[in-house]
């Protein structure tokens, strides 16, 4: 059994920064990338920065120069931290990660993320 944890999300004033994390829960498996996908109301879930485990990171243009993600091997973390907020990042960020030999992908819960102007 996965289980992702997330943590971090709440409501910030823009040019503002939240640092978001999430802890996996893994036995016997490997994870392979982890990263962090969101969605807001009325749109579909996006891509936001994913990092494999040797550390090579890719972001979604709308977030390159603003948002650093970082993972912790040993302890099956990845960080996520956002600055320079602007109104439209607001969504219900998730975390995931590619675990075993076929990279079956677990989710978390999804922590709520505000911007406000």
């Known amino acids: 059994q996965v289980q992702l944890v997330e943590s971090g999300g709440g409501l910030v004033q823009a040019g503002g920064s939240l640092r978001l994390s999430c802890a996996a829960s893994v036995t016997s498996f490997s994870i392979n990338a982890m990263g962090w996908y969101r969605q807001a109301p009325g749109k579909q879930r996006e891509l936001v920065a994913g990092i494999t485990s040797g550390s090579s990171a890719n972001y979604a243009d709308s977030v390159k120069g603003r948002f650093t993600i970082s993972r912790d091997n040993a302890k099956n973390t990845v960080t996520l931290q956002m600055n320079s907020l602007k109104p439209e990042d607001t969504a219900v960020y998730y975390c995931?990660?590619?675990?075993?030999?076929?990279?079956?992908?677990?989710w978390g819960q999804g922590t709520q993320v505000t911007v406000s102007s």
């Open positions: 995931y990660a590619d675990v075993g030999l076929l990279s079956h992908r677990f």
